[in-house]
């Protein structure tokens, strides 16, 4: 009997996916190690459709389901690589057997984008299936496991804002004027503008998103917590609408609309946070008309005032 193997992803990260429409993939691949499978999937999101026939057999042994996805660290960049769990429930056949069957999966993608409505992508993931309804966390040496491989091609379709109401715009700038009694603090945020992302990271070297708050505060004498989740209850109550923020103050963000606290950064006004995302201390802007902004002004679920 085989150990049972248990998958844990740590996202470190928001998923970075801007507010200008939704993607929809397509990939073809093939599932290895004995098994010997076709595998077609399309994904819509988070949902996803396959189907993984066997070469020689075909229906009689192949698997059909859908499901949910995780994809930790894709952004609509260049070149961007990524991360990928999910789980698949449908139908397993086996020769003359049919049987409910989950279909657990883990592993990296690499995607290209030449242009802003269109990817081309590659992936590898581990795979196992387990043929259930025991057999979903307790499966047997006759669960299909393995290695596959796809390529593939990504198309954005739709839009959360009206394509003619986006306009690309320059990097964002730090504010001309910095006022308010928080605005050394601010000052000591934007100093280390362009630090590298290091996860758990506190210090000058590299910072994550709790760790730069609380690197600024710290530098004149004010302790905060470590972690976004206990900062979300530092200060006062402040109302996450632009209008009502001051320089200095701690914006909360949800990886999804209205859910939990997953990411912090710090208000420096003119409609501008600076935050340690994936790819370092930046600036980012709180405008809907902006692509980055508005994805970020859909997660903004809160604000903590430090200093009055």
Not at 251 to 278: C, D, K, R, W
Request: hydrophobic letters at 40%; proline letters at 5%.
């Amino acid at each position: 009997m085989r150990p049972r193997i248990e998958f844990l992803l740590l996202v470190t990260g928001i998923s970075h996916l801007h507010a200008q429409g939704r993607d929809v993939d397509f990939l073809y691949g093939r599932w290895y190690n004995g098994n010997q499978s076709s595998s077609y999937e399309l994904r819509v999101g988070r949902f996803v459709a396959q189907a993984l026939i066997h070469d020689s057999l075909g229906r009689h042994r192949a698997f059909y389901g859908a499901g949910w996805q995780l994809h930790a660290w894709r952004r609509r960049s260049t070149l961007t690589p990524y991360g990928i769990a999910g789980i698949s429930l449908g139908l397993s056949t086996d020769t003359g057997k049919q049987a409910l069957a989950a279909l657990w999966s883990v592993g990296a993608g690499l995607e290209w984008r030449p242009v802003s409505w269109a990817a081309l992508e590659v992936e590898a993931q581990y795979r196992l299936q387990d043929v259930g309804p025991r057999g979903f966390w307790r499966h047997t040496q006759t669960s299909r496991d393995g290695i596959s491989g796809a390529i593939g091609f990504s198309l954005t379709v739709g839009s959360g804002i009206p394509r003619s109401a986006v306009r690309e715009q320059p990097p964002a700038q730090p504010p001309h004027t910095i006022t308010g009694n928080a605005k050394d603090i601010v000052q000591t945020a934007l100093a280390v503008l362009g630090t590298p992302y290091e996860w758990g990271g506190t210090a000058e070297n590299g910072f994550d998103c709790s760790g730069l708050i609380q690197y600024a505060y710290a530098r004149h004498g004010i302790r905060l917590p470590r972690m976004s989740r206990d900062q979300a209850h530092a200060g006062s109550l402040v109302t996450p609408v632009v209008e009502a923020l001051q320089p200095g103050d701690i914006l909360l963000f949800s990886a999804q609309p209205g859910g939990g606290v997953t990411h912090v950064g710090m208000y420096v006004g003119e409609q501008t946070f600076i935050h340690s995302s994936n790819t370092g201390v930046k600036l980012s802007r709180l405008e809907p008309q902006d692509p980055d902004g508005a994805w970020w002004a859909s997660r903004l679920v809160g604000a903590r005032r430090i200093v009055e």
